[in-house]
């Protein structure tokens, strides 16, 4: 027998006084629906047989629904807030039309389209409540229990309701619509009864599943791995105990996670294992029930009780423990017969079940521009702003840059400057992992590197230091100089035999223990004023294997000690 119940359901305007049959299906973990069937004419004047007004007055309005027992004695605090989605016009057989309301939860408004934003330096609390900012017809209660500094965190190519949920089943977060507001943190404490007495009756299971994780995580900024093994988890209750273990003696071989955070010790690697541990465990058992109260919501938890047999004739309530609900039906008929169905899981679990809509956005190589490279751990990071759609909410935290040789004091150590754009990839492809990984030129400023069937190849610093390289067949030629002060450098000929020269229009300072120049051919040495040959505490020796000829415009003068001359 079900329960008698008055419905009260009021879109937009419109009361809607009768219908065919009412239904809600509500899900933890999506959006919530509703069905109305209303009779054609309720809607519209007899006379009509198409649409005509019903669609301006319903479609994109909110709806409220609430039951009231008419039996006194039950109290009623079911209400729904939902908004309509979708009016569809059934014309049957007969020729009788009628209206078919749907709607969702105003959730789903969240499903407005898919974004990129970051968030540096932020908490779990800041981020859910910026998003909850842009969506003023949906009440929020946010209270995350992870309260941790976040480094950085993006929504990539998501919805809101993705990027919600994501972090959420990440952080090992509740998060649900309760029919009137989204939860996201702590679940509600609110608590019915269901007595299993024939009328309301379940279906209970226990069942198994991998439950073995561990982890591993290098942090790169204190150069150490972290590992956290498995560990076995409780607080499922007595039933979910036993699942658990259970799953563990029959799944051997622990799964090897990846974490979806950077972590900075053991013990916070250790927790974010654990809590996908919990995650995983939450639903190894679970209650089905079917019943008629009008007051079970997604999130509350129900109080089951059922009847033992103790004598003939004489019955015992017992406890069967206590379910929180992840996902339930509401059916009323037309003359206000109500019936419902759930799914629970138990009450104890600490962390949700795993969420199957959830999925980790996968991040593809893109462009972005450096805003700053001065790195406080010297380690050759550099900020970023993505080019997306929001410049403002499009910047990232400190970055890696990829090196073609990198090591302890060696090493290929060249930073991209501010305003270079820079290509960047992501580790396994996470979108809170970029990486630099190569430079690239755009259009301005534009340089004057190029050269025919591509010969030169330049490596220039901001100071204006330059490499040139020049490939052209049987020229080919190497130059070291600065593009500030063209008249100073060092310039490698490598056509014919090859010449070196090194030029300046300051000094030219060689300095060394011992200094050997040896030439096949001839050294000339010039000047257009002095040449100083000095030996400070040593002998000045020339040798000529043939002749030595000095000659000077005026005088030569030789003074010494004494004068040899042979």
């Known amino acids: 027998m079900a329960q008698q119940v008055d419905v009260n359901v009021q879109i937009g305007g419109t009361k809607i006084e009768h219908f065919t049959s009412l239904r809600i299906d509500q899900d933890l973990f999506t959006h919530h629906t509703f069905e109305i069937v209303v009779a054609f004419e309720d809607l519209e004047d007899k006379t009509e047989f198409f649409f005509k007004r019903a669609h301006k007055a319903l479609v994109g309005k909110p709806a409220t629904i609430s039951f009231t027992p008419r039996a006194k004695l039950v109290s009623a605090d079911f209400n729904f807030i939902g908004i309509v989605t979708e009016l569809a016009l059934l014309n049957n057989s007969e020729m009788v039309n009628s209206y078919v309301i749907r709607g969702h939860s105003p959730t789903v408004m969240m499903e407005d389209g898919q974004q990129r934003r970051a968030w540096t330096e932020s908490t779990l609390s800041n981020i859910l409540g910026t998003v909850a900012g842009d969506y003023s017809g949906i009440?929020?209660?946010?209270?995350?229990?992870?309260?941790?500094?976040?480094?950085?965190?993006?929504?990539?190519?998501?919805?809101?309701?993705?990027?919600?949920?994501?972090?959420?089943?990440?952080?090992?977060?509740w998060?649900?619509?309760?029919?009137?507001?989204?939860?996201?943190?702590?679940?509600?404490?609110?608590?019915?009864?269901?007595?299993?007495?024939?009328?309301?009756?379940?279906?209970?299971?226990?069942?198994?599943?991998?439950?073995?994780?561990?982890?591993?995580?290098?942090?790169?900024?204190?150069?150490?791995?972290?590992?956290?093994?498995?560990?076995?988890?409780?607080?499922?209750?007595?039933?979910?105990?036993f699942a658990y273990a259970t799953s563990s003696?029959?799944?051997?071989?622990?799964?090897?996670?990846?974490?979806?955070?950077?972590?900075?010790?053991?013990?916070?690697?250790?927790?974010?294992?654990?809590?996908?541990?919990?995650?995983?465990?939450?639903?190894?058992?679970r209650f089905n029930g079917y019943g008629e109260n009008p007051n079970i919501n997604v999130g509350t938890i129900v109080a089951v009780t059922g009847q033992k047999l103790v004598a003939p004739g004489k019955y015992k309530q017992e406890s069967v423990g206590n379910y929180r609900v992840l996902n339930m039906s509401h059916f009323v008929d037309e003359i206000g017969n109500y019936q419902n169905q759930f799914e629970a899981v138990p009450a104890t679990a600490s962390k949700p079940p795993h969420n199957p809509y959830v999925r980790q956005p996968m991040a593809l190589p893109e462009v972005a521009t450096v805003l700053k490279n001065q790195?406080?751990?010297?380690?050759?990071?550099?900020?970023?702003?993505?080019?997306?759609?929001?410049?403002?909410?499009?910047?990232?935290?400190w970055v890696r840059v990829a090196m073609p040789y990198t090591g302890g004091a060696r090493g290929n150590l060249m930073i991209p400057e501010i305003d270079d754009q820079v290509l960047i990839s992501y580790e396994a492809?996470?979108?809170?992992?970029?990486?630099?990984?190569?430079?690239?030129?755009h259009k301005d400023p534009s340089t004057n590197y190029w050269s025919d069937n591509n010969y030169n190849k330049i490596i220039r610093t901001k100071g204006g230091n330059k490499i040139v390289m020049k490939d052209k067949p049987n020229e080919q030629e190497f130059f070291i100089t600065n593009a500030n002060n063209k008249g100073t450098g060092l310039h490698i000929s490598f056509k014919g035999d090859g010449t070196i020269k090194i030029y300046t229009k300051g000094l030219v300072e060689i300095t060394a223990k011992d200094i050997t120049m040896d030439a096949t051919h001839d050294i000339n040495i010039h000047?257009?004023?002095?040449?100083?040959?000095?030996?400070?505490?040593?002998?000045?020796?020339?040798?000529?294997?043939?002749?030595?000829?000095?000659?000077a415009t005026n005088d030569i003068h030789i003074k010494a000690t004494n004068v040899k001359i042979q």
């Open 249 to 285: 003696a029959t799944f051997g071989n622990p799964a090897q996670l990846m974490p979806l955070k950077d972590v900075g010790s053991a013990g916070e690697l250790d927790g974010h294992r654990s809590t996908i541990n919990a995650i995983n465990g939450t639903d190894l058992v």
């Open 175 to 241: 998060c649900y619509y309760d029919g009137q507001s989204l939860v996201i943190g702590s679940p509600g404490t609110a608590s019915q009864s269901f007595e299993i007495d024939g009328i309301q009756h379940f279906e209970m299971s226990i069942g198994l599943k991998p439950t073995k994780y561990l982890m591993h995580h290098y942090n790169y900024q204190q150069h150490k791995s972290f590992d956290a093994p498995h560990k076995p988890a409780t607080g499922y209750g007595p039933f979910g105990d």
């Open 139 to 173: 009440d929020f209660k946010v209270a995350p229990q992870y309260g941790a500094l976040i480094d950085y965190k993006a929504q990539y190519d998501e919805s809101a309701w993705a990027f919600v949920t994501r972090l959420a089943q990440e952080y090992g977060e």
């Open 375 to 397: 790195d406080p751990l010297q380690l050759g990071r550099v900020k970023l702003q993505f080019h997306w759609p929001n410049q403002l909410a499009g910047k990232s935290s």
């Open 429 to 441: 492809n996470h979108i809170d992992f970029p990486m630099v990984v190569g430079s690239i030129y």
């Open 527 to 551: 000047a257009e004023n002095e040449i100083n040959i000095a030996s400070t505490s040593g002998s000045i020796n020339i040798n000529s294997g043939k002749e030595m000829n000095q000659a």
